[in-house]
């Protein structure tokens, strides 16, 4: 048996200016080969699920690509070439399985559907071929993802901590299906719910509930998996939104039953999925009456609207400015992407006081905003590498490149400068760079919901800031050309079809 196991991922924000080209991935780390099964067997991603699997089998495993880039604009053509062909290029040459770790949210120059148009372009070469898929939480599933595989499953965990039990889950029902013990049947649909991902925290109402009901779904006898897909806004394409699937071994009328519920609790709760906004100054007020409480500290200021993690430029100084301008101490932040500033920091070396443009190099133009860099003036505490293995519960094993890395201590707040975007869902953001994070009174994480993996046990209390960034929650400020109308709440509908 001769089975296929690549990984292919991209979370794309169609409204990020920064370029995803072949080096945006090669930033993360792109393999090819053997090199790609040496760097995810081991680890806690779908792609080790399915290798433990075909080991078990005693297959021949077939690894044409591994590679993922933080998430940021349209793919480009030669990048999404040089993934998607080595894939197909594999399945010409002959496999009896294919097990794909995807995202779900990839739009690429050449394709609005970069997860979609691969599998067809698969389908194509071998009609029959048993193909499995793992997608994000934050997929906008498609009829063509839906139409050319076997299985397809998304993570249940926001922040994304399930990501190897699903890979598991759904390789199994492949690996059945082949050996006839199963006969997988699928059946999908969505809502016009733009829902925004601040409000997809699986620990949090509403997508809480709607996890349960997919659990509870595959504790019934014919359901072999079932997934709600929150779905990624800021990928303007016609198909993002909300939507779910179920599979089940060979009970149509079941698969339709469980996928209309979970679409139907999903509509209901259209409003609580929109997030409410709150002014700057009034949240950073908050935090500190919250800091100086019996409470205590790390309260975690949220950067959401500048989330690299989601296709922020990482480098907005709006929070930062902020919480400078009313005083709070103890403060470290992770973290700033000016490439320019760890360089004049590397100059001056450590111990050196410095004053710096930090942060502000990148126009936006997509939400009207040009780059505004903050002078900040500091003494460089430390300089890195800004390699690190993950060691929580998200991504664990992966090695991280944050590219060179500084710190500047301002005094009052000492600042994680890096080199490649990285968003802080893990502390090694932090003690790699010498850092105690559940020490300090305040932690500003450019993050929405994936810093909960690691800093959750870390935080005292969390408090959201609304800056900005192309990120941003705030639908006034993006403006939506690919989406279908109507969309709620892009439009005020009060019926789903």
């Known amino acids: ?95 009896d399985l294919a097990m794909l770790d995807l995202h779900g949210a990839m739009v690429s120059e050449v394709t609005p559907d970069g997860e979609g148009t691969l599998l067809q372009r698969m389908r194509a070469i071998d ?32 922040p994304h901590v399930d990501m190897y039990e699903v890979g598991m889950q ?14 997988p049947v699928m059946s999908w649909g969505n809502v016009p719910l733009l829902s925004q991902t601040l409000r997809q925290g699986t620990d949090d109402e509403p ?123 103890d403060v470290a932040v992770a973290a700033v992407w000016d490439p320019e500033a760890v360089q004049e920091m590397c100059a001056a070396g450590v111990g050196a006081t410095v004053t710096i443009q930090l942060g502000g190099k990148t126009d936006m133009p997509s939400i009207g905003e040009q780059g505004k860099p903050l002078e900040v003036t500091g003494t460089v505490r430390t300089l890195s590498d800004g390699e690190w293995t993950v060691h929580g519960p998200m991504y664990t094993g992966v090695r991280v490149f944050m590219g060179p890395t500084a710190v500047l201590d301002t005094g009052k707040m000492q600042i994680v400068v890096v080199s490649l975007h990285h968003e802080p869902w893990d502390t090694g953001v932090f003690t790699a760079v010498g850092i105690q994070p559940e020490h300090k009174r305040y932690l500003i994480l450019k993050s929405r919901i994936h810093y909960r993996a690691g800093f959750a046990p870390v935080g005292k209390a969390t408090v959201t800031l609304d800056g900005t960034g192309v990120t941003t929650s705030d639908n006034t400020l993006l403006d939506f050309e690919h989406v279908r109308r109507p969309i709620y709440p892009l439009d005020l509908i009060n019926e789903p079809r």
């Not at 997608?135 to 926001?158: E, P, V």
């Not at 409480?293 to 949220?302: E, F, I, T, Y």
């Open 1 to 95: 048996m001769r089975v296929l196991i690549a990984m292919m991922k991209h979370e794309t924000n169609t409204f990020s200016p920064i370029v995803t080209d072949w080096a945006r991935f090669e930033e993360w780390g792109a393999y090819f080969g053997e090199a790609a099964l040496e760097a995810y067997e081991g680890t806690g991603m779908p792609m080790a699920a399915y290798i433990e699997l075909a080991r078990a089998r005693g297959a021949e495993i077939v690894t044409p690509v591994a590679t993922e880039a933080m998430p940021s604009g349209p793919v480009t053509a030669d990048a999404y070439e040089r993934m998607a062909g080595a894939i197909c290029d594999a399945v010409k040459e002959g496999v």
């Open 127 to 158: 009609p029959d071929l048993p193909i499995c898929v793992t997608l994000d939480l934050h997929c906008n599933l498609t009829a063509a993802m839906m139409d050319n595989c076997t299985a397809l499953i998304g993570y249940k965990t926001y």
């Open 170 to 183: 759904v390789g199994r029902i492949l690996f059945d299906a082949f050996d006839g013990k199963v006969d």
């Open 207 to 329: 997508m809480k509930t709607l996890i349960h009901m997919c659990k509870e779904a595959e504790t019934e006898a014919s359901v072999l998996a079932a997934t709600v897909f929150g779905g990624f806004p800021l990928a303007d394409m016609p198909d993002a939104g909300t939507s779910a699937i179920i599979i089940t071994d060979g009970n149509r009328e079941k698969a339709d039953q469980v996928r209309d519920s979970l679409l139907e609790q999903a509509w209901s709760q259209r409003e609580n999925f929109v997030y409410r906004h709150e002014p700057i100054e009034q949240a950073v007020d908050r935090a500190r009456e919250m800091a100086d409480s019996d409470l205590g500290g790390p309260v975690l200021l949220l950067d959401h609207a500048d989330n690299c993690g989601s296709g922020g430029t990482q480098d907005v100084m709006t929070v930062i400015a902020e919480v400078m301008r009313q005083g709070l101490e």
